[in-house]
């Protein structure tokens, strides 16, 4: 997959196993994970403050916080960022909408976000040619995103 090696390129990802090895395509990707696709992927400076207390400890720590410090994250409730919990492609939306600054967008793109909170974000990046949807009329927003999806995503982001 072209995106999969072009994010690994830009050293935006590794591998899903201790040899760096496999990739994963069809894993879905954590909150804690994508914390870490996008610090990397834009470049985000470290945060100096820590903001949530869910996280304490864990590997990705610091691009939560950093995430959260760049205004791009709110986390899951109060000083809770639920970095275990698979990140669906709603929440996708909103992060890489935020993080990558698209403009809004008035056209609507898909018949199944019209009750999401996410609606705009979707539809900013499908205006933006970054995320198609799950099928021709659908975005399915609930559903979970997967390293293989999260690739294509952040590549056409950030053109590569």
Known sequence: EVSIAAIATEGITSGCDESGL????NDSVSRSQMATFLVRAFDLPPATVDYFDDDNG???EAAINALAEAGITFGCGERLYCPG??????Q????????ADLAPSDVDSFGDDDMSPYEPAINALAAAGISGGCS???????????????????ARALGL
């Open 22 to 25: 496999l990739y994963c395509p």
């Open 85 to 90: 919990a698979p990140i669906n492609r709603g």
């Open 92 to 99: 996708m939306a909103a992060l890489l909408t935020r993080a």
């Open 58 to 60: 864990m590997v990705h």
């Open 136 to 154: 021709a009329d659908s975005f399915c927003p609930g559903d979970p995103v997967s390293r293989g999806q999260m690739a294509t995503f952040l």
